[in-house]
């Protein structure tokens, strides 16, 4: 009993170890001795640390379709790069899908899942609350915290396929421009200066860069164009 009860926990929680399986076992009112416990537990190699892997759930592919209103779908993405002494630093892009619009360029050392959402809160503030968020299967983004966070706000959060970047397009398509103009083209001692020379970009790319699929307006054109209308 005590064999089939430690491999039921082992199996769905496998992180949790000895002390949490027997206070587990405890609660459900077996008042196994702790020493057998235990030495189950070792005989069956539990004691043994395992590297495990999160299962990505299956994604299923959905159509990258231009919304029709601003905060219909905004997506995020992150990017990585070095300062001038090697120390890496990284960017999360958020845009607005609909006019394209850069939501924000944040550059951090390190960038948690509290933090995204952190960051979310105050775009919501500033912009409004977005129907849906497209992601990645960053770790950032798959974290509980954030999908709990985007369910009690009635956010859905959609992930593209594992190795499909291009169903994330619109901002793989920003990224690319922000490699080159800014990432790519400039040298940083601090982060400091990363953050300067996004928040140059981002000005520029919303005010007076011209799109193709916009009609060759800028994203804040767009969106001008689509209110008077």
């Known amino acids: 009993m005590v064999i089939d009860k ?5 199996e769905k929680k496998p992180m949790e170890g000895q002390d949490k399986y027997y206070s587990r076992i405890r609660n459900e009112g077996l008042m196994w001795n ?8 070792r005989l069956m190699g539990l004691n043994k640390k395992k590297r495990t892997r999160r299962r990505i759930p ?4 959905t159509p990258l379709v231009s919304p029709t209103r601003p905060n219909e779908t905004w997506s995020m993405d992150f990017m990585h790069d070095r300062l001038i002494n090697g120390r890496k630093f990284r960017v999360l892009n958020v845009i607005d899908d609909f006019n394209r619009e850069v939501l924000r360029i944040e550059p951090y050392f ?8 952190t960051i979310l809160e105050r775009l919501i503030l500033e912009k409004g609350k977005p129907a849906a968020i497209r992601a990645d299967n960053g770790p ?3 974290a509980a915290v954030l999908c709990d966070w985007c369910r009690e706000r009635n956010i859905t959060l959609r992930f593209i396929q594992p190795g499909r970047p291009m169903q994330n397009g619109f901002i793989e398509r920003f990224n690319r ?6 990432l790519d083209a400039n040298l ?11 928040d140059e970009f981002e000005q520029d790319y919303n005010e007076h860069r011209p799109h193709e699929s916009l009609g060759n307006l800028s994203p804040l054109q767009y969106k001008q164009k689509h209110q008077q209308s």
Do not use: G
């Open 6 to 10: 430690l491999r039921e926990l082992s």
């Open 34 to 41: 702790h020493k057998r416990v235990s030495r189950v537990y």
């Open 58 to 61: 299956a994604r299923i592919k």
């Open 110 to 117: 390190s960038i948690t899942s509290k933090r995204v959402i």
């Open 140 to 142: 950032e983004f798959i």
């Open 177 to 182: 421009s922000y490699r080159q103009d800014v």
């Open 188 to 198: 940083f001692s601090n982060l400091a200066e990363v953050k300067m020379w996004s």
